[in-house]
Every structure is written in C-alpha cells, then in structure tokens.
C-alpha cells in the first residue's frame, strides 16, 4: 500500500514539477494576448505550446516563477528542432443519471522545426473506450478511429514574410472563439464535434491590428457519414484597442456542404477586457437546406461569459449559452453555467464546472444538471 | 482723532508693503506639484504580439511669471503594471532594476501651449539626455506628452523571454494632473 502510494505520490510530483499545460484561453486578452501566436505554434491557439508559453504558464500559476527547460527536454529537443508534450485530462462527473470519473483525454504532441520560417506540429490522440457509443445494430455511432488511437491535428505550416503564413493538412476548423468545451453550444450546434478535424488549406494573416484566416476544407475520413462536408470560412478578429481596455472584435463566415445539407454561417464575436474582468460573446446565425428540397430551417446560437481575473492563477467564470432551431427542426435549448480555473503550476490545473441545462425539443421539454470537474495534466 | 486715523492708516499701508514683500513674490514662483499616469505599448519580434501597461507617477515643478520650468518627474518601479505578474517582475527587474525613473528638465515653457522639454533621464541609475515634446493645457493645470523612447539610446538591452524580444523604440503617452 506503502509503495502504491509512493508511486502515485511520484506520479504527482512529475507532473507538478516538469510539465507545462495547454490550456487554449480566450480570456488570455485580460493580460494583453490578443494573438494565440506568443504562447501556441498553432496561430489557432490550444495544443502545443511554445518555450514562452510554458513560460507565461508558470509565471500566471499558483505555484509562479520562471520556466525552465530541464536537461532531459533539453536533450529530446535536439537543439531545438523537436519540441515533445504530453497531455492528459481525468474527468469526473456528477449528474442525476450517472456518477463516474474517467479519462477524458491523453494526448501526445509534437512539433518539429524544419525551418526558421516552417514546422510541422501534430497532435496523437487516445479516445477513452467508455466513451464509445453503440446503436441497438452493435455499430459505432461514434466516428471512425475514435475507438484508437487518432490524429487529432496533422499541420504543415509555413510563414512568408512577416504577416503571411500558408498551412496544410488536418485540424479543427477556426471559427469563433476558441473555447475548451466541445460541449458548448457554440461548438456543437455549429457541428464542432470532438472527432471533427477537417483536412484543409489555410491561409492566415496576423497583421498589427487584425487576423484573418481563411480556409478552404475537406472531409478527413474519420467522420460520421452525415458530417462530411466540404466548404470554405473566414475568420477575421479586429483589435479596436490594445492599451488599458482590450477590445477585439470578430466575424465568421462559413459555406459548407455535406451529401445532403447545405449550411451558411454568419456570427460575430467579441473579447472585452475591463480592469479585473473579460467578457467573451459569440452569435451565429445559420441557414440549412435540404439538398434537392426547399425545405430550410435556420439556427440561432450564442455564448455570454464573464470571468474574473483578478487572480492570476485562479479564474471564476459564469455563462449564459443559448440555441434555437426554428420550422421542422424546430428546438430550443439554454445552458447556464458556472465554474473555475485553477492554475496550480505550469503542469497541473483543474477545471470545475456547474451547468443547468434547459431544452425544450418537438414540444418535449428536458431539463438537466450536473458538475464535471477535470484535472488537467501536461508532461514534458 | 485725526492722529489715530492716520496712525492706523499708515499701519495699514506698512503692514501691506510688508505682505509685498513676504507673500507676492511666493505668489509669482511657487512650486506645483502634479500627479498622473505613463502608458507604455511595447512590440515584439513575435507577430501581433504586443504589451501594454501603466506606471504612476508624481512630478513637481516652479510656476513662475507665466511660465513653468525645473520639471522633475519620478515614477517607483513598483507603480509599472503590464496585467501579469511576471512581466511586472522582469521589467522592474531586468529595465528598471528595481530604481525609480527619473526625469529632469531646467527647461523654461510658457503656461499653455506646446513645450520642448529639454532634460536628462535616469534608468538603472544611468543618466542620458532625453527631449519630450511636450503640451501644457489650462494655465499648467495639466501637462501631456507622448513620445518615442528608443532604449539603445538610453544604454540598454532590449529585454528578451523565451524567444520574444522587445522592440527597440517604446512609444509613450504621459499625462500629469496638478494636485490639490
């Protein structure tokens, strides 16, 4: 028992002490970070993280002080040229249904420099088994691959001059703020799954006072067959001001197409940071039609959140998310949600989230509650 | 009674001569004292990446004749806020090496208008000669700048972390309110 103990007690302890986290946050613009680019390789934001990054990790935890690379990451890295991470999340939920804890995420990452100018960053990824789900025929409803191994992000990147960079291959698509939570309405009505990594072409520009990403995609292959789609985005973010209050402002465009939806996405969004507070909102409006019908119906979704930073190293939060579907799929739903973010080092940090959810769907209301807390592990 | 009436008025005129001599020339030069706020924006070599923050300061000066002039200006390191901690740190660390800015100027400027203050600048304890343009609004009730500050010109190194480096010239905006 003594033993068992000590291991998990080591366990801990290498984690607290040599990794950095990954925490994609949109609320970073509370200390002036109004690009993704200082603390990610993606200019996406989330996944891996640069040496500043894992910096500004350390420095706004509990823990706090300087990073430093330990010889062991020095000697993987080959100079510089490789740049290893591993991260894992174990979550656990409490709802009126169930009760369980479970592991929620556990990725390796990698990025390598081929150049000043390129690198190639990938991410490989673990689904848990509990979460694979079975029709009544034994068939995964899940994507495919999600029961393995999988490649959540597989990205050339090359910069061209200062503002220009041009990026192939497969990940998430940029539309929106980025938030953590798949769940969020946001991310799901706007068909944002867990296993939807779209193979694409981006383009990107990261001006002074403004980005734009532009992006053409593709289906991966690890879809579910009604998620197949292939279309163009933009993203555009605006920096009205990055001195005292920060104020970013952004609009989202999408056409996509699968075998038998089409769907047009128009949304704005917005980051607000004033003293101790940032205000994050998004609303997209969607129309959808029926391929070969005129049937269409259109999709309001949107998210208001406010956090608190005044602690650096530990941030409450409360948010109002809201959906309506109207004509035949006709659905409304309402998210209410609280929780924190506590920052213990640059290694270990852990999420607690409230939410009360209220849907209503073809007239049959439902009404769910529940908190997932998840502990957040990053190794290097 | 024509006796007492001239004795108290020449006390009058004695005791006004005196306050002359005392109390106007104090009211013709006296020193101001101001309170107020530099905001810095600082680029980097890392695209659309850029910090700002604020520092307080406090300042005196000597109004006199119309004119303002011995401006002295002083910022304590612990006043430089950026919005983390840790940046706080290393620019009161590795900038100003935990010494208070220091800014003085014998320049002579008239009340309102436009002023070129011509004066010397003290970080890390070195000294450099420094010119702010500078605008003095209502009477010398406030006094504004805003100006470029190239930190290779006042001797220093531009401040580097994990592979973001600070741009050389840091533009400034000051403004400075008299205190009552």
């Keep these: ?380 | 009674m024509n006796h007492i009436m001239n004795r108290t008025i020449n006390r009058f005129f004695s005791l006004c001569t005196l306050c002359s001599l005392f109390f106007i020339p104090l009211e013709r030069a006296h020193s101001a004292n101001y309170h107020g706020e530099l905001e810095y924006s600082v680029r980097t070599n890392t695209r659309a990446v850029r910090f700002s923050g604020k520092a307080q300061g406090l300042a005196q000066a000597v109004i006199a004749d119309g004119s303002l002039s011995a401006v002295s200006v002083r910022f304590a390191p612990e006043t430089f806020k950026t919005g983390l901690s840790l940046r706080d740190t290393h620019l009161r660390e590795r900038i100003l090496a935990d010494a208070p800015a220091l800014f003085e100027s014998e320049s002579v400027c008239a009340l309102e208008g436009p002023c070129l203050l011509r004066g010397l600048l003290t970080l890390r304890g070195q000294t450099r000669p420094l010119e702010i343009q500078a605008r003095i609004v209502s009477g010398g009730e406030s006094v504004e700048a805003q100006f470029s500050l190239s930190l290779s010109a006042q001797g220093l190194e531009a401040p580097s972390h994990l592979g973001v480096t600070v741009q050389d010239e840091i533009p400034l905006k000051i403004k400075f309110r008299r205190s009552r």
């Design chain 1, 1 to 380: 028992m003594k033993a068992r103990h000590f291991f998990l007690a080591s366990i801990l302890f290498a984690f607290f002490f040599l990794a950095p986290s990954a925490r994609a946050h949109e609320g970073m613009i509370h200390k002036g970070y109004v690009s993704c680019l200082a603390c990610h390789t993606s200019s996406i934001g989330g996944g891996h993280l640069t040496q500043y990054g894992r910096g500004i990790a350390r420095g706004s935890s509990l823990r706090g002080g300087e990073y430093h690379q330990g010889p062991i990451a020095q000697g993987l890295s080959l100079n510089g040229t490789l740049s290893h991470q591993v991260q894992g999340r174990l979550a656990h939920l409490n709802s009126e249904h169930e009760k369980r804890t479970f592991p929620m995420q556990a990725d390796y990452l990698l990025a390598v420099q081929v150049s000043s100018a390129a690198h190639l960053r990938t991410t490989l990824a673990r689904a848990p088994k509990n979460s694979l789900k079975k029709d009544k025929d034994g068939q995964l409803t899940e994507a495919r691959g999600a029961e393995l191994w999988f490649v959540r992000e597989l990205m050339a990147s090359v910069d061209f001059g200062q503002w220009w960079r041009v990026e192939l291959g497969r990940d998430r698509l940029s539309l929106g703020l980025r938030v953590e939570d798949h769940t969020m309405l946001i991310q799901a009505a706007n068909r944002h799954g867990v296993m939807d990594f779209p193979t694409q072409v981006r383009v990107i520009r990261e001006g002074e006072n403004s980005r734009h990403f532009f992006t053409a995609f593709a289906p991966a292959g690890s879809e579910l067959d009604h998620n197949r789609e292939r279309g163009g985005a933009v993203k555009s973010e605006w920096i009205v001001t990055n001195e005292g209050p920060h104020l970013v402002v952004g609009l989202n465009l999408l056409h996509g197409q699968t075998e038998k939806i089409k769907r047009s996405l128009v949304g704005v969004h917005t980051k607000l940071a004033i003293g101790h507070f940032a205000f994050l909102g998004q609303l997209d409006l969607t129309r959808r039609n029926l391929r070969g019908s005129d049937q269409q119906f259109d999709q309001e979704v949107g998210l208001v959140r406010l956090e608190l930073h005044a602690l650096e190293w530990l941030v409450p939060y409360i948010s109002h998310e809201w959906l309506s579907v109207d004509e035949d799929f006709t659905r409304k739903a309402k998210v209410r949600a609280g929780g924190l973010r506590f920052r213990l080092s640059e290694s270990v940090s852990v999420m607690a989230d409230y939410k009360q959810m209220e849907g209503q769907s073809r007239g049959r209301k439902r009404k769910d509650d529940f908190f997932i807390s998840q502990l957040v592990l990053n190794l290097f």
